[in-house]
């Protein structure tokens, strides 16, 4: 198994250009979900899904779109970056987040954008 | 909503001493409770979890937690860090309350953990 992917490993873009933010996952996991990394400020979540189809916000979801077409993939869209938006964005997914089965949740390797 | 602190930015411990890293959350329901690492330009690894049953949940590399109902903790220990422990660690909450709705996996600030010589 692959695990968690994330494509690109680094990103630079110009204020106002778009991108999307790719991360798949091989372990059939029902669980998916975007975070940020900033320094001082740990991982914030950005948004979540609990399958396909189904997406949900998190605590800092403006700005970003995603949407969950299939299990094994979660893309997150940068609509129109800004500089707040340079950071390290990690993807990650975990099994059914109901029952009595795991629970944590296995992350990517990030990805590093930076927003000039 | 649910919540998680780590009121301590870093904890610097000598080899060998027992260290811990401290954690308190928020949640209306039953919480489920994880704690991760992260070594520089890696993502996190998962290290433990609290779901229910003992109080005191054993994990990766030593490492155990003791959950606190009453005081909404949920703290981080081993009792002779290494070197090898020095990074970053962050704690996480899960909201079990119930709702047909997902819950959110919320993390707290993180703590850096520098063990020296």
């Known amino acids: 198994n692959a695990g968690v992917t994330q494509t690109p490993k680094f990103q630079v873009l110009k204020t106002g250009q778009s991108m999307t933010l790719q991360c798949a996952q091989d372990?059939?996991?029902?669980?998916m979900s975007w975070y940020r990394q900033d320094p001082g400020m740990g991982l914030r979540l950005i948004h979540y899904?609990?399958?396909?189809?189904?997406?949900d916000q998190g605590e800092v979801p403006n700005g970003y779109n995603v949407s969950r077409s299939t299990t094994e993939d979660f893309p997150l869209r940068l609509l129109s970056a800004a500089p707040s938006q340079t950071s390290v964005y990690f993807c990650a997914s975990s099994y059914s987040y109901q029952g009595s089965g795991s629970y944590e949740q296995y992350f990517g390797p990030g990805t590093r954008l930076t927003v000039t | 909503a649910q919540s998680v602190a780590q009121p301590e930015d870093q904890v610097n411990v000598a080899e060998g001493n027992p260290l811990t890293v401290k954690c308190t959350y928020s949640v209306s329901g039953n919480p489920y409770l994880f704690w991760y690492v992260q070594y520089p330009n890696r993502g996190l690894q998962f290290l433990l979890k609290y779901i229910t049953g003992d109080n005191l949940v054993k994990g990766s590399y030593g490492f155990e937690a003791e959950f606190n109902k009453s005081q909404t903790s949920f703290h981080l220990k081993k009792p002779s860090a290494l070197v090898s422990d020095s990074a970053l660690y962050f704690c996480a909450v899960r909201d079990n309350g119930g709702y047909s709705s997902a819950s959110k996996i919320i993390f707290g600030s993180g703590t850096r953990l520098s063990i020296r010589p």
């Open positions: 899904s609990v399958g396909a189809g189904i997406t």
């Open positions: 372990m059939n996991h029902e669980y």
